[in-house]
């Protein structure tokens, strides 16, 4: 049996901290709230031989965990096409702080930083190359990139399996007959000796510590961390793990929402909807809070107490939704139907029945309630149940974003993908 050496080459810490989603950037939340040294133990904890963080534009989460056994410094960088300022995401990998300071210098401009990338010998790929950042990914950027890049991410462990197969049957069906035509179409002298062979890796792009290492790149050749880069240079690695989703993608954004809210808003008030807390860390399995034995006794004793669940009405909403937590809890038969071998699953159906059940409550004292009678209550119930709609916002928002792109897709599929041809075989190392 062949050892093969693991990495998640693209990882986010709490420094990656400007989100590209409207929602999170509304609430003044980072784009990550996971510390550097939970994302080191996390991917050593899923098998990964060697650990790197890939925050945007910063190397601060890196250098936390540089000094760790088998820790490297990497970043994914911003940078543009100057043709039409289609931007787009490159991970350089294995770098020092000099080198960081050259490459964010030429970030601006993505066919200066590949030069100089190339130049310096430094390992690099393009990640998630079909995410349309800024509305200006077009077919002839997709050709360039074919033409400036050896190494593309096929596996990003939260973007839709669509997307991953695409990319990945678009770079196996390249030949030398097809390369010369886009390389002849753009003016583009493509690098490397056969340069319509292209390298392929993973990462799961986590940004709520909830998939650290759901997709990873793995290599034969991985003794050292030097061998595991140079392995990614010669074209002997592949992409392995999950493909992302919908829910995979909203499920990073809550993660990051529920760290922001208890490290941040609620800080010192542990107190608050403990019974939420408890089905999110049941169910998104995050690291535990420390738990003082006061509040451990306090929660067992409300746990096992007889329940006598009264009228909601001078109830705050977070009052209701921990006693709707609390009831499900003690549902075993309910709560045991939530539980799948698919994390997502199951934290869709929590958080599905918990927002079913605040809807159906908030509407049934709108019902009760007549608008010339209590005006403010009217209001007061309106609020809340906007307040529902806005927890469930991720979803209708990464809907959104696994779903766009639909006709680029197409075309890409119609014209770089050969019809009918066997595009299913690695060009990677092998065996298990």
Not at 394 to 406: C, D, G, L
């Amino acid at each position: 049996m062949t050892y093969l050496y693991r990495a998640d080459l693209h990882v986010h810490s709490r420094f990656s901290n400007k989100s590209p989603i409207w929602a999170i950037r509304k609430l003044n939340c980072p784009e990550c709230c996971t510390s550097p040294e939970y994302i080191y133990n996390t991917a050593k904890k899923m098998g990964m031989n060697y650990v790197t963080i890939t925050d945007h534009d910063t190397i601060n989460g890196s250098l936390e965990i540089a000094h760790l056994p088998d820790a490297f410094v990497s970043v994914e960088v911003s940078t543009y096409f100057p043709e039409n300022n289609c931007k787009i995401h490159v991970v350089v990998l294995d770098i020092t702080e000099d080198t960081f300071k050259q490459i964010a210098s030429l970030s601006k401009n993505v066919y200066e930083l590949v030069a100089y990338l190339r130049k310096s010998g430094i390992a690099h790929f393009v990640a998630h190359p079909l995410f349309d950042m800024n509305g200006r990914l077009t077919e002839e950027m997709v050709e360039k990139m074919l033409l400036l890049f050896e190494v593309f991410e096929v596996k990003n462990g939260i973007r839709a399996g669509r997307f991953n197969t695409l990319i990945k049957d678009i770079i196996t069906s390249l030949t030398k007959e097809k390369f010369e035509v886009i390389s002849n179409r753009h003016n583009i002298t493509p690098y490397g000796v056969a340069p319509w062979e292209k390298a392929m890796v993973g990462g799961s792009d986590d940004h709520g510590g909830f998939f650290i290492a759901r997709a990873y790149t793995v290599t034969q050749d991985g003794k050292t961390l030097k061998d595991f880069i140079s392995s990614i240079r010669s074209h002997k690695t592949r992409a392995e793990g999950m493909d992302g989703d919908t829910l995979t993608l909203a499920h990073n954004i809550y993660g990051i929402g529920y760290k922001f809210y208890t490290e941040r808003i609620q800080s010192g008030k542990n107190k608050s909807m403990p019974f939420v807390k408890f089905l999110l860390n049941r169910f998104f399995k995050t690291k535990p809070a420390n738990i003082s034995l006061r509040e451990k006794i306090r929660f067992f004793i409300r746990k096992k107490m007889p329940k006598v669940y009264d009228d909601y009405d001078k109830k705050t909403f977070e009052e209701i939704l921990d006693r709707e937590a609390e009831k499900l809890i003690n549902d075993k038969e309910l709560l045991g139907s939530f539980k799948t071998e698919d994390k997502n699953r199951s934290v869709f159906a929590v958080i599905n029945y918990l927002s079913n059940r605040m809807i159906c409550i908030y509407v049934s004292k709108l019902m009760k309630t007549t608008f010339n009678s209590n005006i403010f209550k009217v209001f007061q119930t309106l609020g809340s149940l906007s307040i529902v709609h806005f927890l469930t916002l991720p979803y209708y928002t990464t809907y959104y974003h696994q779903h766009k792109s639909k006709r680029l897709i197409k075309r890409l599929r119609e014209n770089l993908v050969s019809p009918g041809e066997d595009v299913t075989g690695d060009r990677g190392c092998h065996g298990r």
